[in-house]
């Protein structure tokens, strides 16, 4: 598949979940995961050095506006960007009437829509994986930031994800309920489409229900090519942190005993020089 069809073919399937998507996504709105990003962007805020006033964002792939909460939130002005019509329809029903959020349409590929040090904090949160250069986005990112303006990519599965060493394994086994298995695994069995991304996936084995680009072993997020880059484009890297997500459906007390053990998950804050 071409890099323009898979965006179509992302374009179509967000479009399509857009009212369900916070539903299937336990680990991106779960309340661990929130309040560490609401500090994480509190993080950000702090470290710009580009705006005397308050800083204007772009928060590149915005779906159903879960960083542009937290940064309206913050009083942050921000252009909630998108390549799906249907995320940008809720994202306008939803901050709109702050005063603090506008949305644009997106090509999936690139920000050619976006002039140059347009922004001081441009942000990607759980969004390289379902673009086909991934490091060209970084780039774009790069470009309409101002000098002493931060780029902020965060919710990308790093390497123990893929590895899973024998800590990480252990920790998978027993942090999910049995009866929330169970029930998943019921469900999965009466639903007809499982049985067509079952013959998908035989045809096709890097097929991804969502649009999933960069999620399988030989292609995913290198962060060491992010990073190098960053500093390529003239920026340097404040923040580098691992840490390992925490899904709705995680046994907290499991959570606990293992979140300072292992990861698989990558956030980085870099400023423009």
Same mark, same amino acid.
């Given at each position: 598949?071409?890099?323009?069809?898979?965006?179509?073919?992302?374009?179509?399937?967000?479009?399509?979940?857009?009212?369900?998507?916070?539903?299937?996504?336990?680990?991106? /709105? !779960?309340?661990?995961?929130?309040?560490?990003?609401?500090?994480?962007?509190?993080?950000?805020?702090?470290?710009?050095?580009?705006?005397?006033?308050?800083?204007?964002?772009?928060?590149? #792939?915005?779906?159903? #506006?879960?960083?542009?909460?937290?940064?309206?939130?913050?009083? *942050?002005?921000?252009? %909630?960007?998108?390549?799906?019509?249907?995320?940008?329809?809720?994202?306008?029903?939803? /901050?709109? %009437?702050?005063?603090?959020?506008?949305?644009?349409?997106?090509? #999936?590929?690139?920000?050619? @829509?976006?002039?140059?040090?347009?922004?001081?904090?441009?942000?990607?949160?759980?969004?390289?994986?379902?673009?086909?250069?991934?490091?060209?986005?970084?780039?774009?990112?790069?470009? *309409?930031?101002?000098?002493? #303006?931060?780029?902020?990519? &965060?919710?990308?599965?790093?390497?123990?994800?893929? @590895? $899973?060493?024998?800590?990480?394994?252990?920790?998978? $086994?027993?942090?999910?309920?049995?009866?929330?298995?169970?029930?998943?695994?019921?469900?999965?069995?009466? !639903?007809? !489409?499982?049985?067509?991304?079952?013959?998908?996936?035989?045809? @096709?084995?890097?097929?991804? $229900?969502?649009?999933?680009?960069?999620?399988?072993? &030989? &292609?995913?997020?290198?962060? &060491?090519?992010?990073?190098?880059?960053?500093?390529?484009?003239? /920026?340097?890297?404040?923040?580098?942190?691992?840490?390992?997500? =925490?899904?709705?459906?995680?046994?907290?007390?499991?959570?606990?005993?293992?979140?300072?053990? =292992? @990861?698989?998950?990558?956030?980085?804050?870099?400023?423009?020089?």
């Amino acid at each position: 598949m071409k890099a323009r069809e898979k965006i179509k073919f992302n374009i179509r399937v967000h479009d399509k979940i857009a009212r369900r998507y916070e539903r299937i996504h336990d680990d991106l /709105f !779960s309340h661990v995961e929130q309040a560490r990003l609401h500090g994480a962007l509190q993080e950000v805020i702090e470290v710009v050095r580009s705006s005397e006033k308050s800083p204007k964002a772009l928060d590149v #792939g915005c779906g159903s #506006g879960n960083l542009t909460r937290h940064l309206v939130d913050l009083r *942050v002005n921000t252009v %909630s960007a998108d390549v799906s019509e249907n995320f940008l329809k809720m994202v306008e029903r939803r /901050f709109s %009437s702050t005063g603090l959020c506008k949305t644009l349409k997106l090509s #999936g590929k690139d920000l050619a @829509n976006i002039e140059d040090h347009a922004f001081d904090i441009a942000a990607a949160y759980a969004v390289l994986h379902h673009v086909p250069d991934y490091l060209h986005l970084v780039r774009e990112m790069c470009r *309409v930031l101002k000098p002493g #303006g931060v780029i902020y990519l &965060d919710h990308e599965v790093n390497e123990t994800y893929y @590895n $899973k060493p024998l800590e990480y394994t252990q920790f998978l $086994k027993s942090v999910v309920p049995r009866t929330v298995v169970l029930k998943k695994y019921l469900r999965l069995l009466v !639903s007809p !489409s499982f049985y067509v991304r079952f013959v998908w996936k035989r045809i @096709n084995p890097t097929y991804q $229900k969502e649009g999933d680009i960069h999620v399988w072993p &030989d &292609d995913h997020i290198e962060w &060491d090519k992010v990073e190098q880059l960053l500093i390529s484009q003239n /920026f340097e890297v404040l923040v580098k942190r691992d840490y390992l997500a =925490c899904k709705s459906s995680y046994r907290r007390d499991v959570y606990e005993q293992y979140k300072n053990r =292992c @990861n698989d998950t990558t956030m980085l804050i870099a400023r423009k020089k």
